[in-house]
């Protein structure tokens, strides 16, 4: 009797530990799955992408820089539309970036940084890309892009539609925009690597903002040894092909404005795109 009593106490303690253990594994000995995030990031040939839960790709339209949907019908059968509650993302990604738009039918549609997301029915796999560039307005849609290519009518400061090459008229062009839509400028006056508008002061800055991103993500059609950084006054300004990029202070933040295209004249404060030339030595 004396054994058992003082064994006793072991005995309730290692009974009580395989009870806890057992409590801590499900009924059949399988540890669930992690939950999936709605939107995350995946590696692809094209670099990390956004995605589904099931990592397919999500695409931006260039068509849609104003931030509501120019895809409808038709559109819609090859680039379905998508929509989801964002409760779980992936945790390079940021909550404030996400939001939703009503489309014209009524439906919902998930954006991130303002661009409507879309897949791309061709897309069979998780990780595909053969979407990007269709049409010249179709991208995935990246993180972290420091340009982006928008398409859509000129207006200027004046309110007439300008065409391309700057005179009055309607017609569809392409431009560079930052990552939430916002129109990139060039200086007619400028030369190569040399931004000859800003003043030593910035007191000029808030009517044509030079554009100091860090040159991350771009689409794949846009060569990126074409870009580089000059310093001004101690700030950093990016160049494309030469050209100092800026924006207008009258577009004031406005997705895809174009105000400036007509300031002072047509020409002298051209939007910049993949057929600008080179700037002048």
């Known amino acids: 009797m004396k054994d058992f009593c003082v064994n006793r106490p072991r005995g309730i303690a290692a009974f009580l530990l ?19 995030n709605d939107v995350g990031i995946k590696e692809t040939t094209l670099g990390k992408v956004l995605t589904d839960a099931s990592g397919k790709t999500l695409y931006f339209f260039a068509k849609d820089v104003a931030g509501t949907s120019a895809c409808s019908g038709g559109c819609l059968d090859t680039w379905p539309v998508f929509s989801k509650t964002i409760s779980r993302l992936d945790p390079s990604l940021n909550s404030a970036d996400f939001g939703s ?103 000029n800055d808030a009517t044509w903002p030079i554009y ?7 689409p794949s059609t846009i060569d990126k040894s074409l870009f580089s950084v000059i310093d001004v006054f101690g ?7 030469g ?11 406005v997705r895809g404005a174009t105000k400036g295209v007509s300031v002072p004249k047509p020409g002298i404060w051209p939007i910049v795109n993949l057929d600008s030339p080179n700037a002048p030595e």
């Not at 700030?235 to 092909?241: N, R």
């Open 101 to 203: 738009i009503t489309r014209a039918d009524g439906t919902t549609q998930t954006t991130f940084k303002g661009w409507p997301l879309y897949y791309y029915k061709n897309d069979a796999a998780a990780g595909e890309v053969k979407g990007e560039n269709v049409g010249t307005v179709w991208f995935v849609a990246k993180p972290t892009y420091s340009i982006m290519l928008a398409s859509a009518q000129l207006v200027g400061n004046d309110g007439k539609s300008y065409t391309g090459d700057y005179k009055e008229g309607t017609g569809v062009t392409q431009f560079f925009v930052d990552e939430t839509g916002r129109t990139l400028y060039g200086f007619a006056n400028d030369k190569k690597n040399t931004n000859k508008y800003t003043k030593a002061d910035f007191s």
């Open 235 to 241: 700030k950093k300004q990016l160049t494309y092909k």
């Open 212 to 218: 100091t991103a860090e040159l991350k993500d771009l």
């Open 18 to 36: 395989l009870t806890i253990c057992i409590s801590c594994t499900d009924n059949t000995g399988v540890t669930p799955p992690a939950p999936t």
């Open 243 to 253: 050209w100092p990029l800026y924006y207008f202070g009258s577009d004031n933040g």
